[in-house]
């Protein structure tokens, strides 16, 4: 039989192509596991949220302070605008949020859930972004009713919507950048308080960096402004969305996500 080194190289070529929808077929199917997993755990997280009272108060609380500056505001300033919801609700976040999330691992580490969460054919990462758009998704749900502030607003006078839509998509940014954050302090202990003290610190240093500016040697400035939360939350609620803030954002946020996935990880260790 003579060697056909034509056939061979044709059999090479449809083998290797043979193994690489193979590798694909394999690595779509571990992308559509890893989703599945990741959507029964978002699902599981906001039922839990609205099953308890944790929702409900969080909704309240937030609607009672934001509705009462925003009235006093239009009814009382006579100042039809959002400006200062804009003000307001980056403060507020500093402590609504790390409480919405403080519970989300540290809780399960404590009862032992987590190590049967980690055992389990799921991910690391399944695990961490599932709780974490479930938590992002309450504080979309705290915004949504703020819209009504919106129409008010639009029914009283001129409005100019370029900086109300950005302000809103900061608002949204701003709030998975705190989850985002509270998740990763809720990974790093089994106490809920300290959970939520150690978001609370993170996220109120990342909102004061360019409030101490000032007190900061000149070569330091720019670093610690371009590090601050709001300076690019600022920069959004002018209306004009810059790729450098929706960078910004998503960078810290997949950040923490990133070390949240690191500190599960370490649990297996």
């Known amino acids: 039989m003579r060697w056909n080194p034509t056939a061979t190289g044709r059999d090479l070529r449809r083998n290797k192509g043979k193994n690489r929808e193979k590798r694909m077929s394999q690595v779509m199917n571990q992308y559509r596991e890893s989703l599945s997993n990741a959507?029964?755990?978002?699902?599981?997280?906001?039922?839990?949220?609205?099953?308890?009272?944790?929702a409900y108060v969080v909704l309240v609380v937030f609607l009672a302070i934001v509705g009462w500056f925003h009235a006093s505001n239009v009814f009382l300033a006579n100042v039809a605008s959002l400006r200062l919801m804009f003000e307001i609700i980056p403060a507020v976040y500093l402590f609504v949020v790390p409480a919405i999330t403080m519970r989300l691992l540290s809780e399960e580490r404590k009862s032992g859930t987590i190590e049967l969460l980690v055992t389990k054919p799921l991910h690391d990462a399944d695990i961490v972004l599932g709780k974490f758009f479930a938590?992002?998704?309450?504080?979309?749900?705290?915004?949504?009713?703020?819209?009504?502030?919106?129409?008010?607003?639009?029914?009283?006078?001129?409005?100019?919507?370029?900086?109300?839509?950005?302000?809103?998509?900061?608002?949204?940014?701003?709030?998975?950048?705190?989850?985002?954050?509270?998740?990763?302090?809720?990974?790093?202990?089994?106490?809920?308080?300290?959970?939520?003290?150690i978001?609370?610190?993170?996220?109120?240093?990342?909102?004061?960096?360019?409030?101490?500016?000032?007190?900061?040697?000149?070569?330091?400035?720019?670093?610690?402004?371009?590090?601050?939360?709001?300076?690019h939350f600022s920069n959004i609620t002018r209306g004009v969305i810059d790729t450098r803030d929706i960078v910004y954002f998503l960078s810290v946020l997949g950040l923490s996500l990133y070390l949240t996935v690191v500190s599960l990880a370490r649990r297996k260790m």
């Open 39 to 54: 959507h029964t755990i978002f699902r599981k997280e906001l039922a839990s949220y609205f099953n308890s009272a944790i």
């Open 135 to 197: 938590a992002w998704a309450l504080v979309g749900a705290a915004l949504l009713p703020t819209l009504i502030f919106y129409g008010t607003i639009a029914v009283l006078g001129d409005v100019d919507h370029g900086p109300i839509i950005g302000g809103y998509l900061g608002l949204f940014l701003m709030g998975g950048v705190y989850v985002a954050i509270g998740l990763f302090a809720s990974s790093l202990t089994e106490n809920q308080v300290v959970a939520f003290i």
């Open 199 to 231: 978001g609370f610190v993170f996220v109120f240093a990342l909102f004061m960096l360019d409030k101490v500016l000032f007190y900061m040697p000149v070569w330091l400035m720019g670093v610690l402004e371009y590090i601050s939360i709001d300076y």
